[in-house]
């Protein structure tokens, strides 16, 4: 039984798409939802103007709507997948696989539902020629990226030392001022912010690993997403939790220079992300996010857990206070009771105290006075300050480099 049928086995998988076999070099298969989107011509030019990898390459292109979705779209939808049918063999940099699929009920339908069945297509296609380590890359269809993408991807997997089995792709959203407004960029910079200021302030704090969850931004093998179950149907968010559960059994690598530059335009086509968050900064002139001395008090916590083995540790009053005395204490002995040695119940502590439990315990503090949220700048200040680099106007730039420079 090879890594897709015991995937078929264990988990619900999406049917087999395209009967034909994959080229027997093929080393990577980049797969992009699309709603909506006609920029995917865009990301797919882009895509074949980078520089060639040492291994053939296809592109999955799902071009999806739901039960409910308006008429409207789903004839625009139809009319990308003919233009995309039309472009096949078009591409000198890859083959171009597109599907469509209408009517998805409403409980599963979004790019969740759309990334899973392309990813479960790229697992199929590598199991035909044997290939468990062939990269599966995640990417969006109002995206472009770098001339070295591919280069960097397979270097990174195939080429480096360590070869991970799973990586992060460095982002920085698309700029261009030909393409989006002055109003959508200033906005998606404060935005872009925040995502950087979340994952370094979590460094801060002690979580095991800090990843960008990114729908666009990310590559596994294909081996490896069929172990980890492979991606939820989730209208929005499915990238945050595959990314999250696979942190929890393997190191997860990066990519530390940009190499994909997603939109930064409005959009209310998912529950949240980048659209939405653009949308309500440009709405409200706000963008206010977690308060860095909440992650100072996560690091006090974290830190403790190695003492916490042997006994006592101060534990910080708002950790006590959110998770409740008794209970604390009840998952402390849980924890070492079913562990030999520090190593082992410190792992286990953070699976009951992990990145799930740190964001509602920063959500609790939405309406505190003592930690309130503050606007993107004085935090990411706070941040800078922190890790010893110089605060100065250009607080964008200061972030980016610390970002990419950070490894997760």
């Known amino acids: 039984m090879n890594f897709a049928e015991s995937y078929a086995a264990r988990y619900s998988v999406a049917p087999m798409i395209f009967n034909d076999n994959p080229r027997s070099d093929t080393g990577i298969i980049v797969v992009i939802p699309c709603y909506d989107d006609d920029f995917v011509f865009n990301t797919l030019l882009s895509l074949d103007s980078a520089d ?14 739901a039960e409910d979705t308006s008429e409207a779209i789903v004839e625009k939808n139809r009319r990308i997948y003919a233009e995309l049918s039309q472009n096949i063999g078009q591409y000198s940099n890859f083959i171009l696989l597109p599907y469509i699929i209408e009517g998805v009920l409403h409980k599963i339908a979004g790019v969740g539902n759309a990334r899973k069945i392309g990813m479960d297509e790229a697992v199929w296609r590598f199991a035909s020629i044997e290939n468990p380590r062939g990269i599966i890359v995640s990417l969006d269809s109002d995206c472009i990226v770098s001339k070295c993408y591919f280069t960097k991807i397979y270097e990174r997997f195939c080429l480096s030392k360590d070869k991970p089995n799973s990586c ?12 989006y407004s002055k109003q959508e960029i ?58 999250q ?17 997603p ?45 916490l083995y042997d006994g006592d540790s101060a534990i910080p009053k708002e950790i006590i206070d959110f998770v409740g005395g008794q209970k ?35 959500n609790s503090f939405s309406e505190s006075t003592i930690y309130p949220p503050e606007e993107i700048e004085v935090e990411v200040a706070k941040l800078l300050e922190f890790y010893g680099d110089i605060v100065d106007e250009d607080l964008y730039h200061r972030l980016l480099s610390l970002d990419c420079t950070t490894a997760n």
Do not use: W
């Open 168 to 179: 992060t792709l460095q982002f920085q959203h698309n700029y261009d001022e030909d393409l």
């Open 328 to 362: 604390f204490n009840t998952l402390l002995e849980e924890c070492r009771k079913n562990t030999s040695d520090r190593k082992t119940f410190v792992k286990r502590m953070f699976t009951k105290f992990d990145v799930f439990f740190m964001i509602r315990f920063l």
């Open 186 to 243: 200033d906005a998606c910079r404060r935005y872009e912010m925040y995502l950087r200021y979340f994952r370094l302030a979590q460094k801060v704090a002690g979580i095991p690993q800090c990843l960008h969850t990114i729908g666009s931004c990310f590559a596994v093998t294909a081996e490896t997403y069929s172990q980890m179950g492979g991606m939820a149907r989730r209208q929005a968010g499915e990238d945050f939790y595959f990314l």
């Open 52 to 65: 060639k990898p040492q291994c053939s390459v296809e592109v999955i292109v799902v071009v999806n709507s």
């Open 245 to 261: 559960k696979l942190a929890l059994q393997s190191k997860v690598s990066s990519v530390d220079e940009p190499i994909v530059f």
């Open 263 to 307: 939109a930064p335009s409005v959009s209310e086509r998912v529950p949240f992300g980048t659209g939405r968050s653009v949308k309500k900064i440009i709405d409200t002139g706000s963008c206010k996010v977690y308060n860095f001395g909440l992650f100072l008090l996560l690091k006090d916590f974290y830190s403790a857990f190695p003492n």
